[in-house]
């Protein structure tokens, strides 16, 4: 009972109740004879331990771990006593997140994408890390990779700590792959840089399996789509600037090329033509394929799985190593009252995880924190070892309010490239359909 | 009636009408705070920048509006809206008509056919969706699997811009018909026994009857159904958003669902507030002719 009345009460003890929370004491107690009682038996409950609000949006394996961490955490830590709040990835966490802190009293911490930043620190929706702060934890730029510290900077602010680097990555079946002659004396994938090599030696493993060579799944799933796309062009040394009140600056030869090659590999015997992300993730797991491109995720998966396999950063294939990647990133969501105390207990809270991520590589992630990556525990964790290269060649999304995972534009791509994956639409159709959809957008005031 | 009306309407009746309020005053709160003040600010909306963040706030008289008529996206939407309005709302009468003439036959069971017919009204717009993504799955669905046992090739229900609009109709048209289905039996039973009585003496069979008969009866229920369903449909948003989410290609986005997008995900609620004011000014139209067309009816 002290809990639940404890959530009832505002932060920081009692104070006169607004509209909402009267009505939901009232309705729970029956009337104003219980506003009494509630200031009696909350207040004590509160002085103790800080209550953290923590919002964020891991399910299934991913929301397993973080549980997990979470305890540890508070576990430890008398001062604090961290709430979790898990809602769904995608458009219902942002818009709920989004919403929260433009009222002005969010919870004291959440978890979002780094690529998300730029929608929200402008329009004033997150507040900056104090950098002394941090420090005063060991938490610093030395310790981060140079691109993973810098995708939460904005205007010479941080604005988002990364939990994590999560790019996108090829796993393949080392049966397969051995079968096919594809593996070197270390067992590893022998490298392939020529686009035309991959596609050979994806129908040798096709040879193989007598099903597909490659398994990659993007129906109605624009995430997937643009994960492939922006690796393959970001791959080609090609730059994407989108800045309000200026039409996209893109490469579109780069572009309708990297389409075309995409094309060539969802021929129905390299890679089913039309796929779901389900579908290529069951058909890799039951050894359908030889390689699937996919998150880095879907290791838990695969590990379940019982199939050998190993994994590794998207082959090289147009000179430039890259990779699509986002982090999950910790943010303090805009505060109008801030309650000092909850703060540095929010500092603390997100440098004991980011110490204790090494349970987190575990679910396939990249730790973000330096002195974890370059742990024993960690350098002997395969096969996650084997793309921690990732963190050097990753790229987020390009930087605009309306970019980002789970974001708009990701759904406008797929609204006009999908027919280009499915051989329905010409390359150079879809993706001038896509810059124009880019452009409307960018005409329209940044409402951020 | 009208003279008890006026007697009454002597010393006590201000007392009365103190009273009348008191009782009144807990509903009309609510109205007042929760419906019709969000409709006058959402008005006021419409006119300025509002954002979500509170960047570019000021008062921008009729861009709104304008950007709106002049917006693909828009009209896209609107388009989508209308069609579904009319694809779904067809069968969603003529199936309700035909279940509740069969059911009406005094089958074996009736209640159990009632029943059946009528249950997946109570389900969740969620659950619906479940049951139809997993049936349209293209690799592992139950109807391209039984489609495969007849010889036919599996259809893409949600992948084809053509078809997935389709796809959210059967959806529908299963998950709501039942509601329809219950207004036509119930009118049909209430349909004096005489008539058909007199029908059979006169000779008539059982289709006469039912043209005859059964259909003019039903007229005034039949003009409730449509509108009802006209504006149910046009509302439409839950199952798509669950199912497509408004794919592929934006082919199955619905207008509420473009409302949510530009405001809650793109940000700009001045912007958003003003397509919903458009599309408040079509289903007011769309109302105000189902009155007129009553009162000529009646008339």
């Known amino acids: 009972m002290p809990n639940e009345i404890a959530r009832i009460l505002p932060p920081s003890g009692w104070r006169s109740p607004n509209r909402r929370q ?54 430890e830590s008398p001062d604090f006593d961290v709430v979790p709040t898990v809602l769904a990835w995608g458009t219902p966490y942002y818009t709920k997140l989004a919403m929260a802190s433009a009222g002005g009293r969010p919870p004291e911490l959440a978890i979002m994408h ?12 997150l507040d900056a890390w104090d950098l002394d702060e941090l420090a005063k934890r060991d938490v610093s730029k030395e310790t981060f990779a140079d691109r993973v510290w810098a995708s939460g900077e904005l205007d010479g602010d941080i604005f988002s700590i990364a939990l994590d680097s999560h790019p996108f990555i090829a796993m393949y079946n080392t049966d397969v792959a051995g079968e096919a002659g594809l ?29 597909h060579g490659l398994s990659y799944g993007y129906i109605n799933d624009g995430a997937q789509m643009w994960r492939l796309f922006y690796t393959l062009y970001r791959q080609h040394g090609a730059e994407m600037a989108l800045n309000s009140g200026q039409p996209a600056d893109v490469d579109r030869d780069v572009a309708i090329d990297c389409l075309t090659y995409i094309t060539s590999l969802l021929d129905d015997t390299i890679c089913a033509s039309g796929a779901d992300i389900n579908n290529a993730i069951a058909e890799f797991a039951t050894g359908g394929s030889g390689m699937l491109f996919s998150g880095v995720w879907e290791l838990p998966t695969m590990q379940d799985a019982g199939i050998a396999f190993d994994a590794m950063t998207i082959p090289t294939l147009f000179g430039t190593p890259a990779a699509y990647a986002d982090s999950h990133a910790f943010v303090l969501p805009h505060q109008n ?91 150079d159709v879809g993706w001038d359909a896509f810059v124009d959809r880019l452009n409307t957008i960018l005409s329209k005031p940044n409402p951020v | 009636m009208s003279t008890t009306v006026t007697g009454r309407r002597s010393p006590n009746s201000s007392k009365n009408n103190l009273h009348g309020w008191a009782f009144s005053a807990p509903f009309l709160i609510f109205f007042l705070m929760f419906l019709v003040w969000p409709i006058i600010h959402g008005l006021y909306m419409s ?32 388009g989508n809206t209308i069609y579904f309005t009319v694809i779904s709302t067809i069968p969603l009468v003529l199936i309700a008509l035909v279940m509740a003439g069969l059911v009406n036959m005094n089958l074996p069971a009736q209640w159990l056919w009632r029943f059946s017919f009528f249950v997946p009204f109570l389900l969740a717009s969620t659950v619906v969706s479940q049951f139809f993504l997993w049936m ?33 109709v059967i959806a529908t048209v299963w998950w709501t018909v039942g509601f329809n289905f219950l207004l036509y039996l119930a009118a049909m039973q209430n349909i004096p026994q005489q008539h058909y009585e007199a029908a059979s003496l006169d000779g008539a069979g059982g289709w006469r009857q039912f043209f005859s008969i059964t259909l003019p009866q039903l007229g005034p229920t039949t003009v409730l159904i449509v509108i009802l369903q006209v504006l149910a449909s046009l509302k439409v948003f839950d199952q798509i958003y669950q199912i497509t989410a408004g794919g ?52």
Not at chain 2, 139 to 150: E, K
């Open chain 2, 47 to 78: 006119f300025t920048g509002q954002t979500l963040t509170g960047a570019n706030n000021g008062f921008v008289g009729f861009a709104n509006y304008g950007e709106a008529f002049g917006d693909p996206d828009m009209w896209r939407s609107l």
């Open chain 1, 22 to 75: 009267f009505l939901t004491g009232a309705a729970l107690l029956g009337g104003a004879a219980a506003t009494g009682t509630l200031a009696g038996c909350g207040g004590p409950a509160a002085a103790g331990e800080e209550t953290l609000r923590f919002w964020h949006l891991l399910s299934g394996g991913d929301g397993v771990k973080m549980q997990a961490m979470i305890d540890r955490v508070n576990a």
């Open chain 1, 114 to 125: 780094a690529s998300r930043i730029p929608g929200y620190a402008p329009g004033g929706l």
């Open chain 2, 248 to 299: 592929p290609g934006g082919s199955t986005r619905s207008l509420v669902q473009y409302v949510f997008e530009t405001g809650f995900t793109g940000y700009r609620l001045g912007y958003s507030a003003a397509i919903s004011f458009i599309f408040f000014a079509l289903i007011l139209l769309v109302s105000v002719s189902q009155i007129f067309f009553n009162r000529n009816r009646s008339a």
């Open chain 2, 136 to 168: 349209y799955n293209p690799q592992l669905g139950l109807i391209n699997d039984a489609l495969s046992t007849f010889g036919i090739a599996p259809v893409p229900w949600l992948n084809d811009p053509n078809v997935a609009m389709w796809s959210i």
């Open chain 1, 183 to 211: 593996l070197g004396s270390d067992g590893l994938l022998t490298e392939i840089t020529d686009p035309e090599r991959f596609l050979e030696a994806m129908r040798e493993m096709q040879a193989v399996t007598g099903g």
């Open chain 1, 337 to 427: 009252d801030v309650d000092e105390a909850r703060r540095a207990a929010a500092y603390d809270f997100v440098a004991n995880i980011l110490k204790g991520s090494l349970s987190w590589a575990e679910a396939g992630h990249i730790p973000a924190y330096q002195p974890v990556v370059n742990s024993e525990e960690y350098r002997s964790l395969e096969p996650q070892v084997h793309y921690a290269n990732a963190a050097e060649i990753i790229n987020y999304d390009p930087r605009a309010w309306f970019t980002g995972s789970g974001s708009d534009f990701q759904t406008f791509f797929a609204a006009n490239v999908q027919n280009v994956f499915l051989g329905r639409e010409a390359p």
